[in-house]
Nanobody, 127 residues
């Protein structure tokens, strides 16, 4: 059984910062990539960022590039999302996902690129 759990969400003023954490665990789990998605009320779930576990390649949505930074702790199977200069439009439920399959050509931007999902953590940015 593979478990994925996010934490670190909360309320922050526009221009502020927040760091999300996500840990993936399971005795049979092989971590190849982890990523972040978000979903605002009335909108579709969208890709935010992802990281390849072996060499640390990172990917970002244009909307967060330059403001968000994804990083990992290989030993703990934990991924972090440092969010700076937050905007009200960043308000959403943020979901963490993990891929248990080898990455060959996938750019890791689609929900189908991942195998396991967390419950989500709420991020609210006030103006």
């Amino acid at each position: 059984q593979v478990q994925v759990e996010e934490s670190g969400g909360g309320l922050v003023q526009a221009g502020g910062s927040l760091r999300l954490s996500c840990a993936a665990s399971g005795r049979t789990f092989s971590n190849y990539a982890m990523g972040w998605f978000r979903q605002a009320p009335g909108k579709e779930r969208e890709f935010v960022s992802a990281i390849r576990w072996n060499i640390g390649n990172t990917y970002y949505a244009d909307s967060v590039k330059g403001r968000f930074t994804i990083s990992r702790d290989n030993a703990k199977n934990t991924v972090y999302l440092q969010m700076n200069n937050l905007k009200p439009e960043d308000t959403a439920v943020y979901y963490c996902a993990a891929r248990g399959r080898q990455v060959y050509y996938s750019r890791l931007v689609r929900e189908s690129d991942y195998d396991y999902w967390g419950q989500g953590t709420q991020v609210t940015v006030s103006s």
